[in-house]
Nanobody, 126 residues
């Protein structure tokens, strides 16, 4: 059973940066493609970014493309989300998620992921 734990959230001013981390337990981390999602108050959880097992294939929501970067360090069982030029509308709880073992295609739907962390709060002040 893989567990995911996010960290790195906090309060930042508009235009600032944060780096989120998602640490995974287990020895099969490289078998999983990973994603980041976010959920603002009163809104649906939405896709943010995807990365395949090697880091060679990434995909972003249009709202964050060019500002956010997803990456992974398989030796550390960790996925990162570097967030630059933050905007107040980026305020949300950010979740990392894993795809089922072996499925490496780009996935933007919540239903395509089978494991979730508990989230980390990101608040961007104007």
């Amino acid at each position: 059973q893989v567990q995911l734990v996010e960290s790195g959230g906090g309060l930042v001013q508009a235009g600032g940066s944060l780096r989120l981390s998602c640490a995974a337990t287990g020895r099969t981390f490289t078998s999983y493609a990973m994603g980041w999602f976010r959920q603002a108050p009163g809104k649906e959880r939405e896709f943010v970014a995807f990365i395949n097992w090697s880091g060679g294939n990434t995909y972003y929501a249009s709202s964050v493309k060019g500002r956010f970067t997803i990456s992974r360090d398989n030796a550390k069982n960790t996925v990162y989300l570097q967030m630059n030029s933050l905007k107040p509308e980026d305020t949300a709880v950010y979740y990392c998620a894993k795809r089922p073992m072996g499925l490496q295609g780009v996935a933007i739907m919540k239903s395509e992921y089978d494991g979730w962390g508990k989230g980390t709060q990101v608040t961007v002040s104007s």
